[in-house]
């Protein structure tokens, strides 16, 4: 019995390790590499913090995937990206969890390249829809611009999300298989 005790607690500390590891990727990634992707929207940079999320998502699980999220929003948002505040982080939050619950769900079903694909699409869509009524409601709040001038930027927006959440899924699906028997290796022995 004290050994299954011991054996949950290594689990348990492997797990919150290998998910630390990827939260501190994501900080990393944030940090050297982000850029606008439309001049006319310069705010709206392209990072690749997703992906090590989305590689904790369908390593570990769609909850997992927000814990992942959360956490690296609120290290993000408080250090390398603190000039956007806690908006930023909300819309983090909000943005790549629809990307994660939606993807770690669909892959969680049956665990196949095909259900993989299909998960990051559909999240990559869910992701792009629940941000248009997030910015209508949001950003008027926090950042004091008229609801109509948010409007006139939406095309924008969805193409932004479009764009981040494809170009992070490409690559997540490209190298996820790699990664995953390190992550279930790792810390495991």
Do not use: C
């Amino acid at each position: 019995m004290m050994s299954e005790v011991n054996l949950n607690k290594q689990s348990k500390a492997s797990l919150l390790a290998k998910m630390g590891m990827m939260v501190a990727i994501s900080i990393v990634l944030v940090t050297f590499i982000h850029f606008p992707i439309f001049p006319v929207v310069g705010f709206l940079e392209y990072d690749p913090a997703d992906i090590p999320i989305l590689i904790g998502t369908f390593a570990f699980g769609p909850l997992a995937g927000v814990a992942l999220t959360a956490v690296t929003s609120l290290v993000q948002g408080l250090t390398v990206s603190a000039g956007s505040g806690f908006y930023g982080i909300l819309m983090h939050i909000i943005a790549t969890s629809a990307l994660t619950t939606v993807a770690g769900t669909v892959y969680y079903t049956r665990k196949t390249k095909r259900t993989a694909l299909i998960g990051l699409l559909l999240g990559m869509a869910v992701m792009a829809l629940i941000m248009i009524p997030a910015n209508m409601v949001i950003t008027p709040a926090f950042m004091g611009v008229p609801a109509g001038t948010v409007w006139s930027l939406m095309p924008f927006i969805i193409a932004f999300n479009v764009i981040k959440a494809g170009i992070n899924g490409i690559i997540t699906f490209y190298i996820y298989k790699r990664i995953s028997n390190f992550l279930h290796s790792f810390l495991t022995r």
